[in-house]
C-alpha cells in the first residue's frame, strides 16, 4: 500500500513561506539519498538460531526510543505564529503539520479542512468523507485506505492532476488490473511536464516515475531521477513540505537501504510528528528488526491519534507475524477486516497469517477472498512467503513467492525475497540465478546486491565433501581450519543424531566465511551482525576463529558448530517449528564446555532478585533484549530449564517435546503433555529445584551478623587472628569469608597453607575458577603436577575462547610422558586458536612422538599453510613424507623448499626415488 498526502495551502502562500525561510539562512538537512547518512539501523540480525556471544561479541545495545530521535522543526512553530498568515491559513497549516492540539472545534472548520483532518488522523469513515462538498482528491485518498478502488476511480474520473493519477493508478493496482494501472501512469507521462512549481504535483510525480517501472519490470531506469525530483521539491519549492520527505523514505526502503529510510522518516516526523505513513513505516522497520519496542512505541504513538487506526492494526498483524504468532495475529486482523472488510492489506496479510498458522484450508480460503478483490495480484503470496521465509518454512515460502513471480513476473521484491530466502537454504547456484536476473532490475537494492555478490563469491569457493557435511572455504589461510573438520563434524554428527533419534535428510552445509562482514552477509544481507556462528538450517556459517582486521577474534570453534548443528536437528525433526527458547536450550546443553562463573553468578542473581524470565517472556530474551543482560540470561536459563527437564523427567522428554513442535504443538501445551505440569507448576517446581542447584555452586544467599558484612565489605578489619577463627566457626562454609581467608593465606607467603585455605573455598564455591587458576601456581611451586593437572582441566573445560590451558596441559603431559593425554590436550589447544603456528607446531611433535605419522603430518600442511615462506616447514614436510613412504610428495615438498631457500637440506629427499 503506498500512501500520500495532499499539500494544503495556495501556490502564493507556499512561496511566501519559502522566502521567509529563507531570510533566516536556514539550511533545512537534506534528505536521505543512497550512500548519504548513517542513520539508526533498527534491532539485531533477523531471527537467526545464533551462537549466543558471552566473552566472544559485543552485545547488542538498543538504540533511544524513536521519539527521542524526533527533533521538532522550531521553522514550522515560527511560521505558524506569524502574524503575516490569515485564521485559515493558520489552520491549514497546523493540520498539514499535525499540529491539531489548539484547532477549533470541528463545526468551525470547513469541509475541506474536517476532511483533511480525518485522512490525516485515518479517520476513514468519518462523515466529512462522504461530503460531496469536499474536494475529490481528498475523499478517493480516504477510499483508497480503505479499500474501495472503484470509488477511487470514479471521484477522479476527471481530475488531470499528477496525484489523481497516481491515485487511480494505485486503484487499479488494488484490483489487481496491472496493465490499466500501467496505462494511466504512460498517459500521464506523455504530457508530463519537465518540472512543477507544486511541491504535492513534483512528489507525486516522482512517485508516479517509480511506480510506472516497477510496474514495468525497469524499477531502476528512473530511481535517481525521481530522487532528485524528490530533492528539488523539498529545497526548491517548499523545505517544509514533509510528504517529499516521506515518498523519499518509502523509495529507500523499496531499495533496503534502511539507516537512510529511518534517516528520512525522522526529517518528517520532524515536520509533522503525527505523520501516520511515517510512524507506520517506522515500526515496520522496527518490527522486521526485531526492534519489538520501537515497533510498539509507533503503534502508540498511531493509536493516540487514533484509538482504532488502520496502520496500527496492520502493523500490529506485521510485528506478531515476525514474532511468529500468527493466532494472536488473526485476532487483530479479524478486528480490522470488521472495519475496512475489503482493505486489500489486510486482505493480503490474511494469507501470510493462516499461512504461518499451517492452516492450508484457511489459507485457501484467505487466497480465494484475495483474488476475489485483486484477481492476480502478487502481494497476498508475496507476504506470505517473506513471513514463512523468516519462520524458516522454506519449501512453502518458495512456493508462495514464486506465485507472487507468476502473477507479476518483472516484479523485484518477491524476486529479491525468493534469492535472499534460497541462500538462506543453501541453493547458492539458483539464489544466484534470482539475485542476478533482479539486480539487472533493479541493481539501486542494497541487500539483493551484497547476497549476489556473496552467492558469486560462495559459488568460487573451495569444497570439501564428507559423508554429512559439505565445507566451502575461501582459498588460502581458511583452508588450515577448513581441513581440521571433517573430522570432528563427523564425530559431532554421529553424537547428535544419537541423542536426538532424528538425522537431516541432507548435507549440512558449513560455510567459513572471511571475516564478520562477509558472514553478516551471508546471515542477513547486510554487513552488520553482532555473532560468530550461525544456523538457518541446512546452512551453518561461521567467522574464522583468529584475531586480525574485521575478525571476532577466537574461539571454540568445534563448540560453535555442535551448538549450530543441534539447531540444524531440532529445525528439521519439527519442520522448523521449535521455540526458539527451547532450541537454544538443546544447543547449549550439548556444548562441549561447562557452565562458566559469570553464568552462575547471573542465574544466581536472577533467582534471587525475582528476574528469571516466564516461559511468555523468555523468546524475546533472545532476539530483542531490552538490558545487556537479557540475551546471556535468556540462554543460560533456557539451558538451566533443560537441565530441569532431563533431571526430572529423562532425556526422552526432550525428544517428545521436540516431535510435539513437529505437530505445531507450542511451548507451553507441550511441556504439559510431557511433564504433567501447567505452565505455573512447571515454572514453580523449577525454581525450588534451581535454589538447590544454587547452594551446590556456593552462591546461595547467607544470613551474617553485621560485624561479618563490614569485614566483608572491606569497612573494617579483624581485630585479630582469634576473631576470625570465631567468625570461621559461626559460619564455617559462608564463601567469602573462606575467599577472604584464602587471599589472606596467600599473602602469608606460605605455599602449603594458601594451598589448603583455597581448597576449602574451592569445595564451599567449586564454580568459581579463582581457586583453580590459584592452585596451578600453587601445585607447580609444590610439585604436586597432579593437582596442577586436575586444576587446568577444569579450567580448560570452561575456555570458551584461548587455547592456554589445553597448550600448558599438553607441556605438562608431554613432560611426564602421557603423550596419549598430551596429544588430545594439544588438539584442544588448536580447537580454540586453529592458526597459531605454536600450538600447532606443538601437535606435530607431540603425534611423531606417539608414531601417529598421519595426524603429525596433517599438522605439518597446516604450518606449511599458515606460514607459506618458512622454508623449515617443508623440510619437514619432506621427510615425514619420506617416512611415510610418499616419495613424489616428499620431492615436491624438497623442491618447495629449495625455491624459499636454497640452502635447504633436502638433497636426498630430492635423490630418492622411492
Known amino acids: 500500500m503506498q500512501f500520500t498526502v495532499a499539500r494544503m495551502g495556495r501556490p502564493g502562500l507556499r512561496r511566501w513561506v519559502l522566502a521567509w525561510i529563507l531570510s533566516f539562512c536556514v539550511v533545512m538537512p537534506a534528505a536521505a539519498h543512497p550512500g548519504g547518512h548513517a542513520g539508526m539501523e533498527p534491532g539485531p540480525p533477523d531471527d537467526e538460531e545464533i551462537y549466543p556471544p558471552g566473552d566472544l561479541a559485543t552485545e547488542h545495545q538498543q538504540g533511544p526510543a524513536l521519539s527521542e530521535q524526533i527533533e521538532r522543526a522550531p521553522l514550522v512553530d515560527r511560521l505558524l505564529d506569524d502574524p503575516i498568515i490569515s485564521d485559515e491559513e ?86 489487481g488490473e496491472l496493465n490499466r494501472a500501467t496505462n494511466v501512469l504512460r498517459a500521464w507521462q506523455e504530457r508530463a511536464p519537465q518540472q512543477f512549481d507544486d511541491p504535492a504535483e513534483q512528489t507525486a510525480a516522482a512517485r508516479a516515475l517509480v511506480m510506472l517501472a516497477q510496474l514495468e519490470g525497469r524499477p531502476a531506469r528512473d530511481y535517481q531521477v525521481a530522487m532528485n525530483q524528490l530533492a528539488d521539491a523539498r529545497q526548491r519549492l517548499d523545505p517544509l513540505y514533509w510528504p517529499a520527505h516521506l515518498t523519499e523514505a518509502e523509495l529507500l526502503m523499496e531499495k533496503d537501504n534502511r539507516p537512510d529510510a529511518v534517516e528520512a522518516l525522522l526529517e518528517t516526523l520532524a515536520l509533522n510528528p503525527r505523520s501516520s505513513e511515517a510512524w507506520y513505516r517506522l515500526g515496520r522497520m522496527s518490527a522486521r528488526g526485531f526492534n519489538f519496542d520501537g515497533a510498539n512505541e509507533a503503534i502508540d504513538a498511531l493509536r493516540q491519534t487514533n484509538d482504532e487506526h488502520l496502520l496500527a492494526d496492520l502493523l500490529e498483524v506485521h510485528m506478531r507475524l515476525v514474532q511468529r504468532e500468527p493466532h494472536t495475529a488473526r485476532e487483530t486482523l479479524h478486528a480490522a477486516l470488521e472495519r475496512y472488510p475489503e482493505q486489500r492489506e489486510l486482505i493480503a496479510l490474511a494469507v501470510a497469517v493462516e499461512s504461518m498458522a499451517y492452516d492450508d484450508d484457511a489459507t485457501a480460503e484467505a487466497m480465494a477472498r484475495h483474488d476475489e478483490l485483486s484477481p492476480g495480484s502478487p502481494l497476498g503470496p508475496l507476504l506470505a512467503g517473506e513471513y514463512l521465509s523468516l519462520a524458516r518454512q522454506y519449501d512453502m515460502s518458495e512456493r508462495m513467492l514464486r506465485e507472487a513471480l507468476n502473477r507479476q513476473s518483472n516484479a523485484t521484491a518477491p524476486r529479491i525475497e525468493l534469492g535472499l530466502m534460497l541462500m538462506q537454504a543453501g541453493d547458492i547456484d539458483a539464489a544466484r540465478r534470482e539475485l542476478a536476473l533482479v539486480t539487472r532490475m533493479d541493481p539501486f537494492n542494497r541487500r539483493a546486491n551484497n547476497t549476489l555478490q556473496l552467492a558469486e563469491e560462495l559459488l568460487q569457493y573451495e569444497t570439501i565433501e564428507t559423508d554429512h557435511f559439505i565445507i566451502r572455504y575461501k582459498q588460502g589461510i581458511d583452508e588450515v581450519l577448513a581441513r581440521d573438520m571433517p573430522e570432528r563434524l563427523e564425530q559431532i554428527h554421529e553424537e547428535l543424531v544419537a541423542l536426538y533419534g532424528h538425522a537431516p535428510d541432507r548435507k549440512t552445509q558449513i560455510d567459513i566465511m572471511p571475516d564478520e562482514q562477509w558472514f553478516g552477509v551471508r546471515i542477513t544481507g547486510m554487513p552488520e551482525i553482532w555473532t560468530i556462528g550461525a544456523a538457518t538450517g541446512p546452512v551453518i556459517s561461521i567467522t574464522p576463529p583468529r584475531e586480525g582486521a574485521r575478525q571476532r577474534g577466537t574461539f571454540d570453534w568445534p563448540n560453535v558448530l555442535r551448538h549450530e548443528y543441534v539447531h540444524t536437528l531440532n529445525l528439521s525433526q519439527t519442520n522448523n517449528r521449535v521455540p526458539h527458547w527451547f532450541t537454544e536450550a538443546c544447543a547449549v546443553a550439548e556444548e562441549y564446555v561447562e557452565r562458566n562463573y559469570s553464568t552462575a553468578q547471573l542465574l544466581a542473581w536472577a533467582l534471587h532478585e525475582d528476574e528469571l524470565f516466564t516461559l511468555e517472556t523468555i523468546n524475546w ?210 580447537q580454540r586458536e586453529p592458526y597459531n603456528g605454536t600450538y600447532r607446531e606443538l601437535a606435530a611433535t607431540i603425534h611423531m612422538q606417539r608414531g601417529d605419522m598421519q595426524q603429525a603430518l596433517h599438522h605439518l600442511q597446516g604450518l606449511a599453510l599458515l606460514e607459506p615462506t618458512r622454508a623449515t616447514h617443508q623440510v619437514r614436510l619432506a621427510a615425514l613424507y619420506a617416512r611415510v613412504g610418499d616419495g613424489e610428495a616428499s620431492r615436491r615438498a624438497a623442491e618447495k623448499a629449495r625455491e624459499i631457500d636454497p640452502a635447504s637440506p633436502v638433497d636426498r629427499f630430492l635423490e630418492s626415488d622411492d
Open 90 to 175: 493558520r489552520r491549514q497549516l497546523k493540520i498539514f503539520h499535525g499540529r491539531w492540539d489548539d484547532l477549533p472545534d470541528e463545526d468551525e472548520l470547513t469541509p475541506d479542512e474536517r476532511a483533511s483532518l480525518a485522512v490525516q488522523r485515518f479517520e476513514l469513515n468519518h462523515p466529512s468523507l462522504a461530503d460531496e462538498q469536499v474536494e475529490p482528491m481528498l475523499r478517493a485518498r480516504a477510499a483508497l485506505h480503505r479499500g474501495e478502488p472503484s470509488r477511487v476511480i470514479e471521484l477522479l474520473e476527471e481530475a488531470d492532476s499528477v496525484q489523481a493519477a497516481v491515485l487511480r493508478a494505485q486503484a487499479h493496482e488494488q484490483r
Open 621 to 830: 530474551g533472545f532476539v530483542r533484549p531490552r538490558t545487556p543482560r537479557d540475551r546471556p540470561l535468556a540462554y543460560a536459563q533456557a539451558h538451566w530449564m533443560h537441565e530441569f527437564i532431563v533431571h526430572r523427567f529423562g532425556h526422552d522428554a526432550i525428544v517428545d517435546m521436540l516431535n510435539l513442535h513437529a505437530k505445531g504443538v507450542e511451548d507451553v501445551p507441550a511441556i504439559e503433555q510431557v511433564t504433567g505440569l501447567d505452565g505455573d507448576g512447571f515454572m514453580s517446581a523449577f525454581r525450588q529445584w534451581a535454589h538447590d542447584q544454587v547452594r551446590q555452586w556456593g552462591l546461595a544467599q547467607h544470613d551474617t551478623s553485621e560485624r561479618l558484612r563490614d569485614i566483608l565489605a572491606g569497612r573494617s578489619e579483624p581485630e585479630s587472628s582469634d576473631e576470625l577463627s570465631e567468625l570461621l566457626d559461626e559460619h564455617p562454609r559462608h564463601p567469602e569469608l573462606l575467599l577472604m581467608l584464602a587471599h589472606r593465606a596467600i599473602d602469608s607467603g606460605d605455599p602449603a597453607a594458601a594451598r589448603r585455605a583455597v581448597m576449602r573455598y574451592a569445595d564451599a564455591r567449586p564454580v568459581d575458577p579463582w581457586s583453580y587458576r590459584m592452585l596451578v601456581e600453587l601445585s607447580l611451586e609444590l610439585g604436586r603436577d597432579d593437582e596442577a593437572v586436575a586444576a587446568l582441566t577444569y579450567l580448560d573445560q570452561q575456555e570458551l575462547q584461548h587455547g592456554r590451558w589445553a597448550h600448558q596441559l599438553a607441556q605438562i603431559h608431554r613432560r611426564m610422558g602421557n603423550l596419549d593425554t598430551a596429544g588430545r590436550s594439544a588438539e584442544r589447544a588448536l
